[in-house]
Every structure is written in structure tokens, then in C-alpha cells.
């Protein structure tokens, strides 16, 4: 009986087990899908609260839906825990969610992957309770802007495998013992994390024996000097140490060498290791991967590495390697030659011609670019049938390009021969046997046609053929353009015609330069839809109503200046270009007011509007404009008081150029406020009263010298990729009397011109603490007073020009003391007194005081009264001589034709005598003939761009 009711309860048992599609909750043995947890759920929904969704990431997580089936989470199948929750948003990393973690993360207890990279978490903590999830094995963090300490709690996951904490901002640790924890951990990467202090980082890396992926990018490694006793597993894959500032005088090498043989990419980029390449790198049998890139290597290749069998990147570009190119290449050829798949010797000091490269087989990327490389590239690279990239430019490569340099090379697609003496000569009718993605040929002979085997190209985003000599015409630029563009450069060619109106939408926002041409007719629409647009120095003409009516806001960078440009620009156009940096107008015939919608500029940091026929006032949206760094409205026809606002909405101002213009009223003391401001030019305009008493508040104009020549700007325009942008401002400057072009020292120029106004008063003596001052010029004024004897503290000064005004007084004897003053010219006021007389100032012609009459002494003509003394004694004897000869009989005798010549040898060796013997007579001799050349010259050119300014209104 017994038995039977064993088997019956046996049999009964197996039975519930066969039905468990029905009955499993029952017993719970198993569980299936019933919707997520309810008490996590919650937990999800408060995580939710705590974060800002500017982009509906999170938009599906809603109270009546199943969480399981929510963007990035994810359940088991078998318990309906949720176990991964991933946020990351590297995807759009501009759309990215904000706020911070909620601490209810701790009821997803059953989390094994969490993921909240490239988010911002706006310098928080991360949560100590992370450390308490237990079953977490892949925790990424990476460049979530976590801030403060990294929680030591983390060193409670024993089951982590993933740890990414890089690119965050955390505090500097002192300590990492907690990582020496985490036995089970495979892949670390504390990027950027400050371990300046943490000493011991090679120990605590050889106590994760599993580990086979270390990333510590720029984390300021300190320098070892002993070998860790520790032994390493050995399991090591890739280690990145890159942009450490790492030394050969530390052990870092050693310890490299002796304790992860196994590593297969190694990555020592950006440090500061010097002298020869280590022949020990050779001895890792297993390196595939070996960048050693931006550091100080000297010499050449070891001619170990070419028994690397393994070995498939080589990167030792930017280095100091020097020697002939065929030596590296044979020190390759072993077995390395082989397995090599990319060679980078970019920006060397490398000599010598291209070799036979043919014993390379295996080579996709070839990058030489940036070295001293000469002679023609031989015919056998165009067998080198698995080449995909090709750099070579900045060399001083010569010779002719034909189609069997490219005969074999079906799998190219990144080419770049730029800044080289290259001819191609390649039949019309040539089909390439590839498609490139990156063409760059710029300062290649291509033309004078438009090469016919480029408009077989249909796959390429990156093109530059400028300056390469091109002077066909625009008809086949649908040819030309593509929507996957992001880069295209024609500039500097002879390139005419019209741009053609297409349909085209780019998919991303492209980098279009055409400048430099000789174009004609107006602009396109679809070319405001780049991100970067320049168009200057060419022939278009017409109105710019398509710019208008752009909507994607993306263009960054605009330059139509030196165009034929015109009609009114509609005041709301400018709306939509809110992330617009550079705008140039300049040097076209647009007339009317300034938009108002300039006030929706607000990344604006260049603006460029002048000669143009702009009239009214500054509109006040300009107020909202608070990043501009350069602001030009030379030679309009704008009007008004010049508004106080300008000096305080505009705090970071470094150039402002009023010029030419119909401004009137005082100068506004609230420009004093510009602290940053280097060049002011007021001059030209109808501004009276008072020069303000607090211009020694212009901070950068009391300070000497510049930290750099250019005036240049750095932003980024997203694209597919990241466009990292520099331009550097630009503008004509009256520089001792002629107009130049100032670009690439215009950052050293510190001037203040307030000429040809209607200024009275006193110059304040707050002006000569502007020490920094290259250019002071308050000329054509109606200022009083004297000239301050502590000018000689404008040690800086060049030019100096104070003419026309009603100054008066003496000359101070300090001006001689300003070493560099070049140009100087006080004339027509009413200054007195003897003109101070030194080597410096004898160097100057009468010019620069001629027009004050009470002025005496070289070098104008009237002398002083003490001169005047001296010489009567000489006068009086020469009377005293012809009163005795009309006592004599026969005036005209043979001792007067004896006078009259040694009159004329004494006079004449007199003066050019004195020209030879005396340099600084001489030098003002001639410099009186040179400024009067100059003089007229100017006048002239003056005038005659007055009549053909008034002949073009």
C-alpha cells in the first residue's frame, strides 16, 4: 500500500510538471511574461521625474503601458525583472536628457547592464547606491558630466565586467584601491579622470587579473620609477595611455615591457618620449596595433620592427623622424612588410623620394603627408590594389599624374596630393576604378578644365581643388554638388558664370568655399543651407532675399564681402540664423537700415558691415549681440549719437570701427567699459564735445604688446562629422597715410583714431596710460591746450598725429623719447617755442610742423631768436666788406670775378658738404623729398577714390 501511494503521489507530481504551461505561478517554479514588476515600474517612473526630457527620449514611459516594453528597457524573459536600462544618447548626442539619477535605481536590484552615457547629469555625484546592485556587470557612465568624488561603494560590484567612467569631471582621487576589488572586471576606461596623485596605478592595474581593455587617456599620469612586484596575468589586449605628458626617464616603458607582452594595440600617443624608438617594442610578439604618435622620437625606424610579423598599424606621425624615406622602408621588409595594412609617417622631417612600394602587399593606408619628400611618385603605386587612403600632401612631390598611377587601385577612397607641385594629365574620357569619398587636390595643376573624371565621382563628401588653376565655367555644377556633401573648396581658381538654382537638400550642413572666382548673377538658395558659406571676392550681384528665407538655422560662418551685392536687406532676415558666428558683408552696395533682426544673432562674435550705403541709426536688438569681438560699420551712411549701450552690452569688443559715418554728439563715457578693446575708430564723423577722462580704463590698451598677432576665433559647425573652425578677422587700416589690408598681425595693432571731428577741449592726460598704444591720431579737431610733457610714456607709440587742432604751448623735449615714433605731425596748430632737437626727432621734415608760427627751429626755416644773435656778427662784417669795394674804383675787376668764384665753391661745398658729413641733416633732406612724393601720391589717391565713390552712388 505504502508503495503504491509513493508512485500515485510520484505520478501526480510528474503530471503538474507536464502541465506548467497552465499552472506554473502555482507552484512557482517558473514564471512567464506578465508585464514588468509593479514596485520597479515605480522605481522607473521616479527615475523619470528626475530627469529633464528636452526631446521626448523618454516620451513611451507612461503609467498604463508595460515598462518592459519601454525605450531602453529591457526584462528577463523568464522572471520579468527588469535587468538592462540602457539611456545612452550617443546617437545625437546634442539631444541628450539632463537632471540627475533618483536614488530609486536601488529597487532594480536585478539590473545587470545600465548605460546612461552622453547625457548630463550637470556635475552631480554618482549615486552610492550604484555599489549596491549586486548583479551589475556592465556599468557605463562615460561622458555624462558626473562631477565630485568617484564613490568607493563601486568596489562592491564583484561582478562587474565593463566599468567606463571616462570623460566626466570628477574630482582628483588620491586613491584606487576600490578598482582592485573588482576581480571579474575585463574592460576599464577612466579617461581624463586626474590620477596625478595615484601613484601606484601600475599595481592596482596588475591586481585585475581578467582585465584585457585599460583606456586612460589623458588622466595626467604621474611618471613610475619603479616596477610593480606584482605579477600580471599577462591578459592585457589594448592599453591606450595616450596624451599623458609620460617620459623615457620614467619606468613606464620597463613596466610596459616586462608585464603585458600579450597586448595586441597599444596606444603611447601625445607624451613626451624622446630620443630613439625602443628596438624592445619589437619583442611583443603579439602587437598588431602600435601608435606612438605626437611625441619627441628622434632617428628612424628600428630595423627590429620589421621582424613584427603581427604588426598592421604603425602610426609614428608627428615626431621628430628624420633620414631618407627608402631606409624606413627597408627596415619594414622582414616579414612586417607583409602583414603591414597602415603606415603613418605624417609630419616628420622624412627626405627622399617614394620607393617601390609594391613589396607591401597588404597596405590600405599610406600617410606621408607634412615631410620633406621630393621627385615624382613612381607609376608602381598604382599597384597597390588594397590601398583605401593615400596622403600625401604638403611635400614637394613633382612630375606628372597620369591614369596609370591609378591603374590597379579599385579600392581607393581617400585621396590627398594637396600643396604639391602634382600635374595631371588625364584624358577626358579616363573612368577612374574607384569611387572617393575625400578628394583633395588643392594647389595640384588640374586645369584649365574642369577635370571630366571627377564628374564620374558620385560617392564623395570632401572635396578641394582650390588653387589649381581651374577657368572653366559653373554649367555642370549639378555635377558637383551632392547631398551627402559636407566639404567643398574651389576657391582661388578663375571659375565664371552663374550658380545654378538647383532643388538640392544637403543632408547635413556643408563647409562651401567659392570664393575667389570670378562669379556672376545671384546666389542660390540652397547654399545658405550650409554651415559654413563663403562667397567673397567674386562678381554676384542682386539681393540676398533667399538668405531669408533659410529655416534650418544652421549656418555658422556667412562671407559675401567684396561682391556687387545690393538692394535692402528685409529687417526680420535674419531670424532664423540665431547660430550664426562670422558675418561679412563688407565692400558690396546694400543700402538701407541695419536689420533689427540682428538681434537674433546671438553666437555672433565678427560682424562686418562696412562700405556699404547702410543709413538711420544702430537699431538697439544689437544690444543682444553680447559676444562680439569685432564690429565694423566703415564708410556708411549711418547716423545718430553713438548709443551708450555699446560699451556695456558688448563686454568682450577687441575692434570697433565707427568710421566714415554721420555720428554725432558726445563719445558715450560707457565705452570706457570696454576693457577688451584694441583698435577705436571714430574718425569721420560729425562727434563733438569733450574726449572722455576715463580712457585709461581701456584695460588691453594700457597693457604692452599682444598675446597674439591674429585676431582669430575658434567654433565648431556639426555636421556628420565636427567641424573645427578658425578665422581670423581682417580690415583696412589708414597706417601713415596709405589703406592696408590687416589680417595676420592685426592682433599687435592697438590705435585709437578720432581724426576729422568736431572735438574741443583738452587732450585728457589720462591718454598716456595707454602705454600700449602702436597708433594715437586726434588730428582734424578743434582741441586745446598743451601737449603733456609725460608723453614720452607712450613708449609704444609709432604714429602720432595731432595736426589741425588749436594746440598750443611748446613742443615737450619728452616726445624725443619715444624710441619707435616713426610718424609725427603737429602741424597747424598753435604751438610756440623752439622745436627740441635729438637724434629721433631730427629724422622728421618741416612738414610735421609747418603751420604754427610760433614755431622756430630745424627743420622749418624761421630760427629761434638765439640763432639770429649768433649770426650778426658774420652779417656785419659782410657789410662792413661791400662798403669798402664801392670805395674802390672799377667795381667790376678781375677780384670780383675771384669772389664770385670762391662764393660759389664755399657755397656749394657748404651745403652738399654738409648733406655728406652731417647723417641726420642728410636723412632729413631726403626724407623731406620722400614725404613730399608720399604726400602727393596720397592726395591723389584720395581724390580720385572720392570721384569714383561719388560716380558709383
Known amino acids: 500500500m505504502g508503495g503504491t501511494s509513493f508512485q500515485f503521489l510520484l505520478t501526480l507530481f510528474l503530471l503538474l510538471l507536464c502541465m506548467k504551461p497552465t499552472t506554473p505561478n502555482y507552484l512557482g517554479l517558473a514564471d512567464t511574461h506578465l508585464g514588468c514588476k509593479e514596485h520597479e515600474r515605480q522605481a522607473l517612473l521616479k527615475i523619470k521625474q528626475d530627469l529633464i526630457d528636452d526631446y521626448g527620449i523618454l516620451s513611451s514611459w507612461s503609467s498604463d503601458q508595460d515598462c518592459c516594453t519601454w525605450s531602453g528597457v529591457r526584462c528577463s524573459n523568464q522572471t520579468s525583472h527588469v535587468i538592462m536600462l540602457n539611456l545612452n544618447s550617443s546617437s545625437i548626442p546634442s539631444r541628450h536628457l539632463r537632471g540627475k539619477l533618483n536614488p530609486s535605481l536601488i529597487e532594480l536590484k536585478y539590473l545587470t547592464y545600465l548605460d546612461v552615457s552622453y547625457n548630463d547629469f550637470n556635475q552631480s555625484q554618482i549615486p552610492e547606491i550604484i555599489g549596491s546592485l549586486s548583479n551589475l556587470r556592465h556599468l557605463d557612465l562615460f561622458y555624462a558630466k558626473f562631477g565630485r568624488n568617484i564613490p568607493f561603494q563601486l ?90 605628458n609620460l617620459t623615457c626617464s620614467s619606468s613606464v616603458l620597463q613596466w610596459l615591457f616586462k608585464s603585458n607582452t600579450s597586448v595586441v594595440e597599444l596606444d603611447l600617443s601625445s607624451n613626451q618620449f624622446q630620443g630613439l624608438i625602443p628596438n624592445a617594442f619589437s619583442r611583443i610578439n603579439s602587437l598588431a596595433h602600435l601608435y606612438l604618435r605626437s611625441n619627441e622620437f628622434e632617428g628612424e625606424i628600428p630595423k627590429a620592427f620589421g621582424g613584427m610579423c603581427n604588426l598592421k598599424t604603425l602610426d609614428l606621425s608627428r615626431n621628430y623622424l628624420s633620414g631618407q624615406l627608402l631606409d624606413f622602408i627597408l627596415n619594414l621588409t ?46 608602381s603605386l598604382g599597384k597597390l590594389s588594397n590601398l583605401e587612403g593615400l596622403y600625401l600632401r604638403h611635400n614637394s612631390l613633382e612630375g606628372v599624374i597620369s591614369k596609370a598611377h591609378f591603374s590597379k587601385l579599385t579600392k581607393l577612397k581617400y585621396l590627398d596630393l594637396s600643396n604639391t607641385s602634382l600635374v595631371f594629365n588625364i584624358n577626358s574620357d579616363w573612368v577612374p576604378p574607384f569611387q572617393l569619398k575625400v578628394i583633395g587636390l588643392r594647389s595640384c595643376q588640374l586645369g584649365p578644365r574642369f577635370p571630366k573624371w571627377l564628374q564620374t565621382q558620385k560617392n564623395y563628401n570632401w572635396l578641394d581643388i582650390s588653387n589649381s588653376g581651374i577657368s572653366d565655367t559653373l554649367s555642370n555644377l549639378d555635377l558637383v554638388f551632392s547631398p551627402q556633401l559636407e566639404y567643398m573648396n574651389l576657391s582661388y581658381n578663375q571659375i565664371s558664370g552663374q550658380i545654378p538654382n538647383l532643388s538640392l537638400e544637403f543632408t547635413f550642413s556643408p563647409n562651401v568655399d567659392l570664393s575667389s572666382n570670378k562669379l556672376r548673377g545671384r546666389i542660390p538658395q540652397f547654399l545658405f543651407e550650409s554651415g559654413y558659406l563663403d562667397l567673397s571676392k567674386n562678381m554676384l550681384s542682386g539681393p540676398i532675399f533667399s538668405l531669408c528665407e533659410v529655416q534650418n538655422g544652421n549656418l555658422h560662418f556667412l562671407d559675401l564681402s567684396n561682391n556687387q551685392l545690393s538692394r535692402r536687406i528685409p529687417d526680420s532676415c535674419w531670424m532664423h540664423l540665431e547660430e550664426l558666428v562670422i558675418l561679412n558683408l563688407a565692400n ?43 564690429f565694423n560699420l ?69 597693457q604692452k604688446g599682444s598675446p597674439n598677432a591674429t585676431i582669430t576665433h575658434y567654433y565648431t559647425i556639426s555636421s556628420k562629422s565636427l567641424f573645427y573652425m578658425l578665422y581670423a578677422d581682417h580690415m583696412l587700416f589708414m597706417w601713415k597715410g596709405k589703406e592696408h589690408e590687416y589680417k595676420n598681425i592685426l592682433g599687435l595693432l592697438k590705435s585709437i583714431d578720432l581724426s576729422s571731428n568736431n572735438l574741443t577741449g583738452r587732450i585728457p592726460r589720462e591718454i598716456v596710460e595707454l602705454v600700449g598704444l602702436v597708433s594715437l591720431n586726434l588730428s582734424r579737431n578743434r582741441l586745446t591746450g598743451q601737449i603733456t610733457s609725460e608723453i614720452d610714456m607712450l613708449q609704444s607709440l609709432d604714429a602720432l598725429d595731432l595736426s589741425k587742432n588749436q594746440l598750443s604751448g611748446g613742443i615737450p623735449s619728452s616726445l624725443s623719447h619715444i624710441d619707435r615714433l616713426s610718424v609725427l605731425d603737429l602741424s597747424n596748430n598753435n604751438l610756440s617755442g623752439k622745436i627740441p632737437t635729438n637724434p629721433q626727432l631730427d629724422t622728421f621734415s618741416a612738414f610735421s610742423y609747418e603751420g604754427n608760427p610760433n614755431l622756430c627751429g630745424a627743420p622749418l626755416p624761421k630760427k629761434c631768436p638765439g640763432e639770429e644773435i649768433a649770426q650778426n656778427p658774420a652779417m656785419n662784417r659782410s657789410r662792413e666788406h661791400a662798403g669798402m669795394q664801392d670805395d674802390k674804383e672799377g667795381f667790376i675787376s678781375v ?37 613730399f612724393n608720399d604726400g602727393l601720391r596720397v592726395a591723389i589717391s584720395v581724390n580720385m577714390a572720392r570721384v569714383q565713390r561719388q560716380l558709383q552712388n
Open 895 to 931: 677780384g670780383f670775378y675771384v669772389s664770385v668764384a670762391l662764393g660759389f665753391i664755399a657755397g656749394f661745398w657748404g651745403v652738399v658738404g654738409t648733406l655728406v658729413l652731417n647723417m641726420s641733416l642728410r636723412v632729413a633732406y631726403f626724407r623731406f623729398l620722400n614725404n
Open 155 to 244: 568596489g562592491n560590484l564583484s561582478n562587474l565586467q565593463y566599468l567606463d567612467l571616462g570623460l566626466n569631471n570628477f574630482d582628483k582621487p588620491e586613491k584606487l584601491e576600490w578598482l582592485s576589488q573588482l576581480s571579474s572586471l575585463k574592460y576599464l576606461d577612466m579617461s581624463t579622470v586626474n590620477l596625478s596623485k595615484v601613484y601606484n596605478w601600475p599595481h592596482v592595474v596588475n591586481k585585475l587579473p581578467y582585465l584585457t581593455s585599460l583606456f586612460l587617456y589623458s588622466c595626467n599620469l604621474p611618471n613610475i620609477f619603479s616596477i610593480p612586484l606584482v605579477n600580471s596575468s599577462t591578459s592585457l589586449d589594448v592599453l591606450q595611455l595616450s596624451d599623458n
Open 634 to 702: 566703415n564708410q556708411n551712411h549711418l547716423s545718430g549719437q553713438i548709443p551708450m549701450w555699446l560699451g556695456i552690452s558688448h563686454p568682450n569688443l577687441v575692434v570697433l570701427i565707427l568710421r566714415s559715418n554721420f555720428f554725432y554728439g558726445a563719445i558715450p563715457t560707457h565705452l570706457c567699459y570696454l576693457a577688451h578693446l584694441q583698435i577705436l575708430d571714430l574718425a569721420l564723423n560729425q562727434i563733438s564735445g569733450s574726449m572722455p577722462n576715463c580712457l585709461n580704463n581701456l584695460t588691453a590698451l594700457t
Open 588 to 630: 558690396n552696395h546694400f543700402h538701407g537700415t541695419i536689420p533689427s533682426s540682428v538681434g537674433f544673432l546671438h553666437e555672433i562674435v565678427t560682424l562686418d558691415l562696412s562700405n556699404n550705403n547702410f543709413s538711420g541709426i544702430l537699431p538697439s536688438s544689437l544690444k543682444n549681440c553680447t559676444g562680439l569681438i569685432f
Open 334 to 379: 622582414q616579414c612586417g612588410n607583409h602583414s603591414l595594412e597602415v603606415l603613418n609617417l605624417e609630419q616628420n622631417q622624412i627626405m627622399g623620394s617614394l620607393p617601390d612600394l609594391t613589396t607591401f602587399p597588404s597596405l590600405k593606408v599610406l600617410s606621408l603627408s607634412q615631410n620633406h619628400l621630393n621627385g615624382a611618385i613612381p607609376v
